[in-house]
C-alpha cells in the first residue's frame, strides 16, 4: 500500500511551488535584517520627534509663569517682589536645563539614575510652579498626600510629571469650573498618586493615543487636545524611564483620572527600603 505522499506547498495562485534555492533563501534573509534595521531607525526617529516636541512643551510651562510672575515684580516697584520673582526665575531656569538633559540623554539610551523623593514636597513644589491659584480659575483644590509617603525617581522629573497633570486639569476646567482632587496612598509596594478632576473629560480615542508612543503628541481635534496631548505624552515617557506605569480613565460623571504607579521608597538615609 502506498504511504500518503505530503501536500505540496502551493503558491497564492494555487500553482505548485519548486524548491527555494540557497541564494534566494539567504536573499530573503537579508532582506527581513535590512527592513529590521529601518524600522529600529524609524522607532529612534519617532523617539526623537516626541523628545524634542516634549522638550519645547515642558520648557514652555516653566517659562510661561516666570513671564508673568516678571511682570507683576515690574509693575509693582518692589524689590522684594523684584527679588522673589528671580529666585523663582533661578529654580524653573535650572529646572529646564535639567529636564532637557535628562530627555536627551534618554534619546541617546543612557540611564537616568534615581533618587528616593517626598510626593507630597513633589506636588507643593508643582502647585508653586504654576504660580496663578487654580481658585482664582473657579477650581476647588483638594490635597490629600500623606507627608512620609516617598517614591524612587528623580525629584525635577516627579515634578514635571505633576505640573504637568495640574495643568492638563485645569485646560480642561478653564470653560467649566469644577474641582481638582490630588490623592496618594500606598499600595503594596507601589504609591499610586491620583489626579481626579470634573472637565470636559477624554474620549477612548483620545485616551489609547496619548499611551501609544507612536500617535501621542500628534494633530487631534484642534490645539487644545494637541497640547494636553504632548504634556500626556511627556508624562508617559518620563513615567516608564523611571519604572513607573500610568493609566487614564473617564470618570463616571465627568472629567478623567490619572493613576500613577510608582515604585515606593524610604527616605534618604534611613535603614533599608520600601
Known amino acids: 500500500m502506498a504511504s500518503p505522499s505530503s501536500p505540496k506547498p502551493t503558491t497564492p495562485a494555487g ?8 541564494d534566494s533563501f539567504d536573499s530573503a534573509q537579508r532582506t ?3 527592513l529590521e534595521q529601518e524600522l529600529i531607525a524609524c522607532q529612534h ?5 516626541n523628545i524634542a516636541a ?7 510651562n516653566l517659562m510661561t509663569p516666570l513671564l508673568a510672575r516678571a511682570d507683576f515684580a515690574l509693575a509693582s516697584g518692589s524689590t522684594a517682589e523684584m527679588r522673589k520673582a528671580l529666585e523663582r526665575t533661578k529654580v524653573q531656569v535650572e529646572r529646564a536645563v535639567s529636564i532637557t538633559k535628562r530627555m536627551m540623554d534618554w534619546a541617546h539610551n543612557r540611564e537616568c539614575p534615581l533618587e528616593s523623593c517626598n510626593v507630597l514636597e513633589a506636588v507643593n513644589e508643582a502647585l508653586a510652579t504654576v504660580v496663578r491659584p487654580l481658585e482664582k480659575d473657579g477650581i476647588a483644590l483638594t490635597v490629600d498626600v500623606p507627608p512620609d509617603l516617598y517614591v524612587r525617581a528623580r525629584r525635577d522629573l516627579l515634578i514635571q510629571v505633576v505640573l504637568n497633570l495640574i495643568l492638563n486639569a485645569r485646560n480642561a476646567m478653564v470653560h467649566t469650573p469644577a474641582s481638582l482632587k490630588v490623592t496618594a496612598s500606598r499600595n503594596g509596594t507601589d504609591v499610586v498618586l491620583e489626579f481626579c478632576d470634573g472637565g470636559r473629560g477624554l474620549t477612548q480615542e483620545q485616551i489609547d493615543r496619548v499611551l501609544n508612543p507612536f500617535l501621542a503628541g500628534s494633530e487631534c481635534r484642534g490645539r487644545e487636545w494637541q497640547g494636553i496631548g504632548l504634556g500626556l505624552n511627556v508624562c508617559r515617557i518620563i513615567v516608564h524611564k523611571c519604572g513607573a506605569r500610568i493609566a487614564v480613565r473617564a470618570n463616571e460623571t465627568r472629567g478623567c483620572t490619572v493613576a500613577l504607579r ?3 521608597d524610604a527616605p534618604s538615609g534611613s535603614a533599608g527600603g520600601a
Do not use: D, K, M, Q
Request: charged fraction near 5%; aromatic fraction near 4%.
Open 15 to 22: 500553482a505548485t511551488a519548486g524548491p527555494v534555492s540557497p
Open 32 to 34: 527581513i535584517a535590512s
Open 45 to 49: 526617529l519617532v523617539a526623537l520627534g
Open 54 to 60: 516634549g522638550i519645547a512643551h515642558e520648557v514652555n
Open 262 to 264: 510608582w515604585p515606593a
